[in-house]
């Protein structure tokens, strides 16, 4: 019936609170690739299962619906991503003073611009991610001087990630080195900052690392 159908839907507090869980995977350093056809979509989709509780009980109810989790939250959560790729990269770009108007941003500054209203905590081995994603803009621009998208950074970024996750199992100690060297550039060129800016990620991190590496 009607009313039945009413109660499946999202509500708009849902959406909200799903579009913080998803920039919380999405803005981690545990992604691997970004790219839409990547498996960064069954990652979040793993994430929300470990604990749909997380956005609301009413989503839940909805989640555990294998059809309603087809027709409404695959397709939220797949639009969520887009959004927020495509966001990111313009916040990048527009952090690198690049453009007509536009000034290099520090990393806190550039942080708040892409988490705004997602709640998602400043830690260091995020904070690194947003260094290595500036760090490969700089080499593959997200758009061109004053105009369009490349087309050509979120590809670069994947293959970057996975050679870096490559040699990370081989050479642990000269990735870990090279992070460092690329966030404390990062500083120089676009704006020194206190440390003491970065928090903690607590057990939420844990659960979020136990989630994605299930898929």
């Excluded at 950074?153 to 642990?172: G, H, S």
Aim: net charge positive; proline share 3%.
């Amino acid at each position: 019936n009607s009313l039945a159908k009413a109660n499946q839907k999202l509500t708009k507090a849902d959406l909200t609170q799903l579009g913080k869980e998803v920039a919380y995977c999405f803005y981690s350093e545990l992604v691997t690739r970004y790219c839409a056809k990547g498996p960064l979509f069954n990652k979040v989709i793993a994430y929300l299962k470990s604990d749909a509780l997380l956005v609301s009980e009413n989503f839940k109810h909805q989640f555990d619906d294998l059809e309603v989790r087809r027709a409404e939250i695959n397709p939220a959560v797949k639009s969520i991503l887009s959004r927020l790729r495509g966001a990111c990269g313009d916040r990048i770009h527009e952090s690198m003073g690049i453009d007509t108007g536009t000034k290099k941003e520090a990393l806190p500054l550039l942080w708040l611009r892409l988490c705004k209203g997602y709640d998602v905590p400043f830690t260091t081995k995020r904070a690194y991610r947003v260094a290595v994603l500036r760090w490969i803009a700089a080499d593959v621009s997200v758009r061109q001087k004053d105009g369009k998208p490349t087309g050509k950074f979120w590809k670069t970024v994947d293959a970057t990630i996975e050679n870096l996750q490559k040699r990370q199992d081989q050479q642990p100690e000269e990735i870990k080195k090279q992070l460092q060297q690329i966030f404390d550039a990062d500083k120089r060129k676009y704006g020194t900052w206190n440390d003491a800016e970065l928090v903690k990620g607590g057990s939420k991190e844990i659960a979020l690392k136990s989630a994605l590496s299930s898929v």
